[in-house]
């Protein structure tokens, strides 16, 4: 019976202890813990799990180690934006985000017992990296001009100084500063009135110099169009001319063509003519001199023996007295005596 109640007082001590020594870190946290008597926060992050801690002797405290959001900006009960006085004497307002997180070493592990030996809690650090960042940022930005917050590029360019800054400020307590946004800018009325007239004038100056230009191009596209235009009259009347001049050589040459030929044709025919003349006078001489010859020849025959009774004969075949005709071919003309008689008698009749 006593070794019963000793063992179940046993368990209740186990139970109570484990109720109040044993403390757990979530998954999404990591622990710090921190000796009360003595050598203060141990100098290591502890995984999430189950943790012997002391009470009385030991605490825990729970850090965030994802990426944390600060956000100044004006909202219904507070107006945590960066309010910078430019050299122009105008206020610019300025939404603006810090991203920020437990500081991490070389090797990736967070290190949120540097923030815990600083701040304690992970609301404090929050706080002071709040209150940081308003500063740094005032800092950085309140040498810009107010018109230099229209240029994205200039915008950019003291984003990068002010996060720079800022790490630099916060990583002494623990902070890794990742990056300052730049979300929203509201400008001073009166600035942005002077603005809109300044920008109105450079619109109408734009728009002036435009139209000046576009007149400008005008005349030079007028010059163009009449150069064009002389160009192709120009071309043209050369063009004619050439086709002029081409069609007279055409035609001297075709008239030269032509009285080639026909001179060509006249020399044939008269070289025809002239050769027909010759041929003609070559025949008509051999029919001569045959002609001749022959005559030559009978002349001949009647120098021979009883060429002149032939001569004789023919002499007076054909005997004409008057109206009478006599036909010696009818009667031997050396019969004297019938030649007279038909003579005679033809005269009777």
């Not at 007082?9 to 044993?22: E, G, S, T, Y």
């Not at 009385?56 to 965030?64: E, F, R, T």
């Not at 994205?152 to 800054?165: I, Y």
């Not at 005559?295 to 021979?304: G, H, L, R, V, W």
Request: with cysteine.
């Amino acid at each position: 019976m006593i070794s019963r109640i000793v063992v179940v007082a046993l368990l209740i001590a186990v139970l109570a202890a484990f109720l109040f020594c044993v403390q757990k870190v979530p998954l999404n946290k990591v622990g710090v813990v921190t000796d009360n008597f003595g050598a203060g926060v141990q100098q290591v992050d502890r995984e999430p799990g189950y943790l012997w801690i002391w009470p009385g002797m030991q605490s825990l405290s729970l850090w965030d180690p994802t990426i944390q959001v600060i956000h100044l900006q004006r909202e219904q009960q507070v107006d945590s934006r960066v309010h910078i006085r430019g050299k122009d004497q105008y206020t610019t307002h300025l939404d603006m985000t810090v991203l920020y997180r437990v500081r991490r070493d070389a090797a990736g592990k967070t290190q949120a017992w540097s923030a815990a030996k600083k701040f304690g809690a992970m609301e404090r650090l929050h706080e002071i990296a709040m209150r940081n960042s308003t500063k740094v940022i005032w800092e950085v930005m309140s040498d810009m001009a107010t018109e230099e917050f229209y240029e994205s590029k200039m915008r950019t360019l003291h984003s990068e100084r002010a996060h720079q800054t800022l790490n630099e400020a916060l990583r002494e307590e623990g902070v890794e500063v990742l990056d300052v946004l730049v979300r929203k800018i509201d400008y001073d009325t009166n600035f942005e009135a002077r603005l809109l007239e300044k920008q109105l004038l450079e619109q109408d100056q734009l728009l002036q110099s435009s139209l000046a230009k576009a007149e400008k191009e005008k005349q030079v596209t007028e010059k163009i169009q009449k150069e064009t235009e002389a160009a192709v009259k120009r071309i043209s009347e050369e063009r004619e001319k050439e086709v002029k001049t081409l069609l007279a050589e055409k035609e001297k040459t075709l008239r030269m063509t032509e009285g080639d030929t026909g001179l060509y044709t006249t020399e044939v025919l008269t070289g025809a003519e002239r050769y027909m003349k010759e041929k003609t006078a070559e025949g008509q001489l051999l029919v001569d001199q045959a002609r001749a010859k022959g005559e030559e020849a009978i002349n001949s025959a009647y120098q021979q023996v009883g060429g002149d009774f032939l001569l004789g004969k023919r002499m007076i075949e054909n005997v004409e007295f008057g109206e009478i005709e006599i036909n010696t071919n009818l009667w031997n003309p050396f019969d004297i005596q019938e030649t007279l008689r038909k003579i005679l008698g033809a005269a009777a009749k």
